[in-house]
T-cell receptor, first 112, second 115 residues
Framework: GDSVTQMEGPVTLSEEAFLTINCTYTATGYPSLFWYVQYPGEGLQLLLKATKADDKGSNKGFEATYRKETTSFHLEKGSVQVSDSAVYFCALTASGNTPLVFGKGTRLSVIA | GAVVSQHPSWVICKSGTSVKIECRSLDFQATTMFWYRQFPKQSLMLMAT?????????EQGVEKDKFLINHASLTLSTLTVTSAHPEDSSFYIC???????????FGPGTRLTVT
């Protein structure tokens, strides 16, 4: 079945550092790819998405490009802030009416 | 995106009692709703998928008689944890999707503690 593998955390960075969280996937067909963010004690918020190969999703300074050739969707941000501290989940779905397949999540801590 | 609410946001109940959690879409016609549970520092685990007006489809290992799901309308789904036990303590999150969208919109979650 479909699966998502993302880098193990936790990741600790200093403010203004560059962030990369790796995500690779296995899926049949052409899934849509997502990054969700979860702040402590809260539900998940959609951070960005890409629905086809070579699409770049971006939001709040975060970016990820749908790379079909490497089956990857790595999350990047050029300069992280303390407020970016959260857990980040990479996910995929074949369609809106099928469940999301999540990675295990990567906890990011940004220190001032 | 859609605005999704869950009620209650947290609940403490005694072992053996039942708890109902509501998931409401405030501005979106949700043809499909999903229920997940999340243990501390872990990813989300899908419990069941429900389509409006149909019986829910449960994931393997999830007891349908223990976790009752009702998707009565396009804006409301409920999860009832029957005869709750301490091992049912978890963070329960709903999400919803609609026609012509690949996105899922998540509720803020409900923290259940069974004593």
């Amino acid at each position: 079945g479909d699966s998502v593998t993302q880098m193990e955390g936790p990741v600790t960075l200093s403010e203004e550092a560059f962030l990369t969280i790796n995500c690779t996937y296995t899926a049949t067909g052409y899934p849509s790819l997502f990054w969700y963010v979860q702040y402590p004690g809260e539900g998940l918020q959609l951070l960005l998405k890409a629905t086809k190969a070579d699409d770049k999703g971006s939001n709040k300074g975060f970016e990820a490009t749908y790379r079909k050739e490497t089956t990857s969707f790595h999350l990047e941000k050029g300069s992280v802030q303390v407020s970016d501290s959260a857990v980040y989940f990479c996910a995929l779905t074949a369609s809106g009416n099928t469940p999301l397949v999540f990675g295990k999540g990567t906890r990011l801590s940004v220190i001032a | 995106g859609a605005v999704v609410s869950q009620h209650p946001s947290w609940v403490i109940c005694k072992s053996g009692t039942s708890v109902k959690i509501e998931c409401r879409s405030l501005d979106f016609q949700a043809t499909t709703m999903f229920w997940y549970r999340q243990f501390p520092k872990q990813s989300l685990m899908l419990m069941a998928t429900s389509n409006e007006g149909s019986k829910a489809t449960y994931e393997q290992g999830v007891e349908k008689d223990k976790f009752l799901i009702n998707h009565a309308s396009l804006t409301l789904s409920t999860l009832t944890v029957t005869s709750a036990h301490p091992e049912d303590s978890s963070f329960y999150i709903c999400s919803l999707s609609g026609l012509d969208t690949v996105e899922q919109y998540f509720g803020p979650g409900t923290r259940l503690t069974v004593t």
